[in-house]
Nanobody, 118 residues
């Protein structure tokens, strides 16, 4: 089992910034991809960004140029720096980890609320 604990959500004005963190613990497989999804009220959960343990980050088109996903491999922690926040970024943000080669092996965090006021 892998446990994921997110932090850093909150309320921010449009144009502002927030930084989310997610720390993984437990039986972590070395070849993994960590990342973030989000779910707004009444909408399906959607991909935001991800980064494999030995590669570059990938982003949803909606956040490219505004969000930066990074990770600290020794600490098993992934970050999401969010700049230029918009009201449409309001959602619960979920941390996710999956085995890079066996994607059905995956775990979710509990989620952290991000609210952007216009």
């Amino acid at each position: 089992q892998v446990q994921l604990v997110e932090s850093g959500g909150g309320l921010v004005q449009a144009g502002g910034s927030l930084r989310l963190s997610c720390a993984a613990s437990g039986h972590i497989f070395s070849n993994n991809t960590m990342g973030w999804y989000r779910q707004a009220p009444g909408k399906q959960r959607e991909f935001v960004a991800s980064i494999p343990s030995g590669g570059s980050a990938n982003y949803a088109d909606s956040v490219k140029g505004r969000f930066t996903c990074s990770r600290d491999n020794p600490e098993n922690t992934v970050y999401l720096q969010m700049n230029g926040l918009k009201s449409e970024d309001t959602a619960v943000y979920y941390c996710h980890i999956r085995h890079t080669l066996i994607p059905e092996v995956s775990y979710w965090g509990q989620g952290t609320q991000v609210t952007v006021s216009s």
